[in-house]
């Protein structure tokens, strides 16, 4: 059974960092595109950004560019987020998810973690 457990999320003052771990199990996780997504209260769940299969991203929200970067290591079925500058703004729910083609806004997701908390004040 395809399995992906998201860790890392917090409460932190505006400024910090953090880095979000993703755990990929069930399925061959090379093969598949990966991305983080994130869900704050009352919005639709938006694409944070995507890797490609190789650890090359793809996508990145353009206000989220400068301060997200998002990795992959295949060795360890892992995917993770590094978020620097957190913003109040930025507190939602985040979710990794997986297809086997190009994560890109819209895109179908074929498998999804249960998310984690990411809250950001002061």
Do not use: H
């Amino acid at each position: 059974e395809a399995q992906l457990v998201e860790s890392g999320g917090d409460l932190v003052q505006p400024g910090s960092s953090l880095r979000l771990s993703c755990a990929a199990s069930g399925f061959t996780f090379r093969d598949y595109y990966m991305g983080w997504f994130r869900q704050a209260p009352g919005k639709e769940r938006e694409l944070v950004a995507s890797v490609q299969v190789m650890d090359s991203p793809t996508y990145y929200a353009a206000s989220l560019r400068r301060r997200f970067t998002i990795s992959r290591d295949n060795a360890r079925s892992t995917l993770y987020l590094q978020m620097t500058q957190l913003k109040p703004e930025d507190t939602a729910v985040y979710y990794c998810g997986a297809s086997p083609t190009i994560i890109v806004p819209g895109s179908p997701i074929t498998y999804w973690g249960q998310g984690t908390q990411v809250t950001v004040s002061s």
